[in-house]
């Protein structure tokens, strides 16, 4: 057994019976309902600011979360220690902080009988990852190094990379009891080409794995993609100004529409009377080429886990099929004030998977004689009227289906309940982004682009 992984068995042995204390504790202390939330992690880390390691540690952590109800008010309380005396302060101050916040008859806990103990997602845990060391990590880091700056007019601002391997149990007074580990190795690195006085636009990339085996593969082919991306922004041109058809890289597709969609699909906004979708389940609510689903059990993505922030079980959802909504994301409380039922997604969603179309992504570049194809977006989204504005980033001119090259940052506006309806074409091609989702390519009607 590897060090790490016996620090995690030990650590996780000691927070278990610190929660189960706890909850009997608060108990004792007259509380009607109480929630321990408890992790630890290890994780080494290595960073590279321009060509340089800054920082090569190793850090252990511990966290516990504590959430009380008396008479329908609610505490909390927050402590990096398992220690008894800290614990039984916590709860405390959570009962304290109780009694002076206002009343909420909604507030409630899961049961046992609604939240099972759940199997541990295998995947999730690799001993592998957990025997990594920071030599394993630096030459791991030294490869990814020499792909980001093959090319000497790539210029690396910081690179970091980490293993991180943790547990987590979630506890309640009604006798849920939720417990996983997780290892995952990551990176993340952000850079620009300079040739000469020709500067690209800044940009960045990176993602998480639960395994190390294959790992320095799709870190390389990352890093051979970006610096392609990269080089080929030098020298940008003008866009041309126009308003009607643009297509959104995966990127753009998630940092656009997504926000949008989850908003008015989220319980808190369903409850605060926020969401414009708050009666529309069942109804099409947006182009009928989107398909839009959570899969927390899928291996592919670094959010996958068994259950849900309040400790009920997790399961795969559609949530958009065909343009209609298929239901609101609810936890235990949301669902309660909206007399609905939770679709266990406390914290979530998880790993949100939008189906690919039917679309060739070749064709789709020639969606209109003049097309710009966006790639990031840095700007303002109201996500209660729908109006966007703000700069395309990383992004392309397209003539006649012919690449002409990156623009100069140009502004696009628009509205996205008009958009989110006038999707003409969706992608067979999709992209995993930061190995937490899968998003497809998209054109898109009705936005205005303004050429600098």
Known sequence: MSETKNTINELSKKLDEAAKATLDYSKSQSADR?????????EKRLVVENKEFTLANTLESQKIGLLVHKDQRKGSAALNNAQEPSLQRAVTDALSLARFSVPDPFLIMPAATEAPSTKPLSFMWNDRTSEISLKDLQ?????????????KRVAIDRLEVSTSCMWHGLYNSLGVRQTETQSAVSWSFMGMAVDGNDVSGFDYDGRSAYSWDGSLDLALKQCAEFTEKVVRNLRPIKAPTYKGLV???????????LGTMLYHMAGSSVMDGKSQWHEKIGSQVVSNMIHLSDDPHNERFSGATAFDGDGLPTAKRTL???GVLMTHLHDCYTANRCKSKSTATSGGPFALMCKPGKDNLTAMMNARPELLVVDRF????????????GV????????NGKDIGAVAETMIAGNLFEVLNKVQAVSTVTEDLSGSMQMPWMVVDGVSVTGN
């Open 247 to 257: 297509l959104l890289t995966p990127r753009a597709v998630e940092e656009i529409l």
């Open 139 to 151: 030459e791991f880091t030294q490869a990814m190094l020499a792909h980001l700056t093959k090319d």
């Open 320 to 322: 958009i099929e065909n």
């Open 378 to 389: 840095s700007g303002n989204i109201d996500p209660i009227k729908g109006d966007f504005s």
């Open 34 to 42: 109480t929630k321990v939330s408890a992790s630890c992690t290890v």
């Open 392 to 399: 395309a980033k990383s992004s392309r001119y397209f003539k």
